[in-house]
């Protein structure tokens, strides 16, 4: 595996249900992002990690729950979700640190569509 | 008044043309500015990234910034049907470190 790569690659859930979205960097990176696209929607910023600690939480609501257990996989438990979390979900990854360009390098996403 | 601004288009471009595209930011503070491709259903993919006043160039691909007026453009020569997509123009807000802002995209369309 090369990348970022994200699993599932699409998740049909209930407003009940309890799901989990995983992503894996192979990039050697230290910094892992969760980004949410809507439609006709910029991107928007979810969660961020550096060095495993969350520095930043966009005020998402806390039916939303990021992890980063370590560098390379960070996962995104979700729970009694609304059908207007349907979305598209991307992991990116960055090697931080002062002075760098912090480049983002993005994984294909999860379609996720809450009934 | 949002942070990253960009025209939604479609930007119409004949094949073999030169598109232009342009992205304006708030910040002043912001130092380093990305230029993502994103096909329809698929993720971002980064394909230019500059962060000094000037030109970069990178095959067909060529990043212009301007921090005293604050705007990136992004010029794509030859144009090819493949180029159509949404590019999406990203500015690392130099003071949060790892954080990009995202603007809304400019779709371009390559006709044949």
């Known amino acids: 595996e090369t990348g970022v790569t994200q699993t599932p690659r699409h998740l049909v859930m209930g407003m009940t249900n309890k799901k989990s979205l995983k992503c894996e960097q192979h990039?050697?990176?230290?910094?892992m992002y969760w980004y949410k696209q809507s439609a006709k929607k910029p991107l928007e910023l979810m969660f961020v990690y550096s060095l495993e600690e969350r520095v930043e939480n966009n005020s998402v609501p806390s039916r939303f729950s990021p992890e980063c257990p370590n560098s390379s996989h960070l996962f995104l438990h979700l729970h009694t979700l609304q059908p207007e979390d349907s979305a598209l979900y991307l992991c990116?990854?960055?090697?931080?640190?002062?002075?760098?360009?912090?480049?983002?390098?993005f994984g294909p996403g999860t379609r996720l569509t809450v009934l | 008044q949002k942070e990253v601004e960009q025209n939604s288009g479609p930007l119409s471009v004949p094949e073999g043309a030169i598109a232009s595209l342009n992205c304006t930011y708030s910040d002043r503070v912001s130092q380093s500015f990305f230029w993502y491709r994103q096909y329809s259903g698929k993720s971002p993919e980064l394909i230019m990234s500059?962060?000094?006043?000037g030109d970069k160039e990178d095959g067909r691909f060529t990043a212009q910034l301007n921090k005293a007026s604050q705007y990136v453009s992004l010029l794509i020569r030859d144009s090819q049907p493949s180029d159509s997509a949404t590019y999406l123009c990203a500015v690392n807000a130099g003071a949060a470190g790892n954080k990009l802002t995202f603007g809304g995209g400019t779709r371009v369309l390559v006709k044949p």
């Open positions: 990116a990854s960055s090697q931080g640190g002062g002075g760098g360009l912090h480049e983002q390098f």
């Open positions: 990039l050697g990176h230290n910094a």
């Open positions: 500059i962060y000094s006043n």
